[in-house]
């Protein structure tokens, strides 16, 4: 569904994505009173609009909000976090890096000072010799683990053996169905493992798309929607931040195709899969 493309809810996709460009400041601002979560966020969502319909006015709002994100990064951490200038973490980060990719593929040019800060963020809160990656320093969580190095594919890295088959372990055995839901890890833990496709990649699928598919809200008025009280961080944004990454996760399967062209294997001696 797009706002170019006829359909059921074509007004409603044109509607949103008017409606965030509506409160971009000049400066390419997207928060209206966010912070940077919003920034990236509403940034992604500009940018994919503008790439599904090569609207210019959507291409040149993502363009602006590139901008944006690219004056807001911290000159010496190479990190963005809630507010532009903040030293960062790698949660906000994560999202920055995707938004800059979308603008990319819309001819957007990111200069290489920003890349080899972020690089160097990525460093700062990754383990030596290892993948495992910390929100704000090298202690590492499966969360920031997914989405440090899903940034570190989006930059282009090819990962070693070890490091690699270490992390996809390490992401397994917090996979979806164990604990408390938390859709957060989950998204940036199937990108991740999407794209290494890894033998970590199909026992993860499974898991997430039956206990997805499980838990989706049927019948009444919350019917399509996931529910948030019991998932972690949904107070934070309720029924339709838990719905909208729900829906993204399964969307995995079709976003940012062959992004990994390196040789990943969950054990090191094992044969991965062609793509």
Same mark, same amino acid.
């Not at 210019?56 to 944006?68: E, K, Q, S, T, V």
């Not at 979806?176 to 940036?188: A, E, L, S």
């Given at each position: 569904?797009?706002?170019?493309?006829?359909?059921?809810?074509?007004?409603?996709?044109?509607?949103? /994505?008017?409606?965030?460009?509506?409160?971009?400041?000049?400066?390419?601002?997207?928060?209206?009173?966010?912070?940077?979560?919003?920034?990236?966020?509403?940034?992604?969502?500009?940018?994919?609009?503008?790439?599904?319909?090569?609207?210019?006015?959507?291409?040149?709002?993502?363009?602006?909000?590139?901008?944006?994100?690219?004056?807001?990064?911290?000159?010496?951490?190479?990190?963005?976090?809630?507010?532009?200038?903040?030293?960062?973490?790698?949660?906000?980060?994560?999202?920055?890096?995707?938004?800059?990719?979308?603008?990319?593929?819309?001819?957007?040019? /990111?200069?290489?000072?920003?890349?080899?800060?972020?690089?160097?963020?990525?460093?700062?809160?990754?383990?030596?010799?290892?993948?495992?990656?910390?929100?704000?320093?090298?202690? $590492?969580?499966?969360?920031?683990?997914?989405?440090?190095?899903?940034?570190?594919?989006?930059?282009?890295?090819?990962?070693?053996?070890? $490091?690699?088959?270490?992390?996809?372990?390490?992401?397994?055995?917090?996979? $979806?169905?164990?604990?408390?839901?938390?859709?957060?890890?989950?998204?940036?833990?199937?990108?991740?493992?999407?794209? /290494?496709?890894?033998?970590?990649?199909?026992?993860?699928?499974?898991?997430?798309?039956?206990?997805?598919?499980?838990?989706?809200?049927?019948?009444?008025?919350?019917?399509?929607?996931?529910?948030?009280?019991?998932?972690?961080?949904?107070?934070?944004?309720?029924?339709?931040?838990?719905?909208?990454?729900?829906?993204?996760?399964?969307? /995995?399967?079709?976003?940012?195709?062959?992004?990994?062209?390196?040789?990943?294997?969950?054990?090191?001696? *094992?044969?991965?899969? *062609?793509?």
């Amino acid at each position: 569904h797009a706002p170019n493309n006829p359909g059921p809810y074509q007004k409603t996709v044109a509607d949103a /994505v008017d409606y965030l460009i509506r409160y971009q400041r000049p400066d390419g601002d997207l928060r209206n009173g966010g912070d940077m979560y919003t920034q990236g966020i509403a940034a992604i969502a500009v940018a994919e609009a503008a790439i599904m319909t090569r609207d210019p006015g959507y291409r040149d709002a993502a363009f602006l909000a590139a901008d944006f994100i690219i004056k807001a990064q911290h000159r010496n951490t190479g990190g963005w976090r809630y507010q532009p200038g903040d030293p960062g973490d790698t949660s906000v980060f994560g999202w920055q890096i995707m938004a800059l990719h979308a603008a990319e593929q819309l001819g957007y040019e /990111v200069p290489d000072e920003v890349y080899k800060r972020s690089n160097n963020w990525l460093d700062r809160v990754t383990r030596k010799n290892s993948l495992r990656s910390g929100y704000q320093n090298d202690s $590492p969580n499966p969360a920031m683990t997914a989405e440090a190095m899903f940034c570190r594919i989006l930059l282009g890295e090819v990962f070693d053996d070890e $490091p690699l088959a270490d992390a996809s372990r390490y992401m397994l055995n917090e996979s $979806p169905g164990r604990g408390k839901d938390n859709f957060y890890f989950w998204y940036y833990g199937a990108l991740t493992l999407r794209h /290494v496709e890894n033998e970590a990649w199909p026992q993860w699928n499974v898991k997430m798309r039956d206990h997805l598919i499980k838990e989706q809200k049927k019948g009444g008025e919350a019917d399509g929607s996931w529910d948030y009280s019991s998932t972690r961080w949904g107070d934070r944004g309720g029924r339709v931040y838990s719905t909208a990454m729900g829906a993204l996760m399964l969307e /995995v399967y079709y976003l940012y195709t062959g992004l990994y062209r390196g040789k990943s294997a969950l054990y090191p001696t *094992s044969v991965a899969k *062609s793509d």
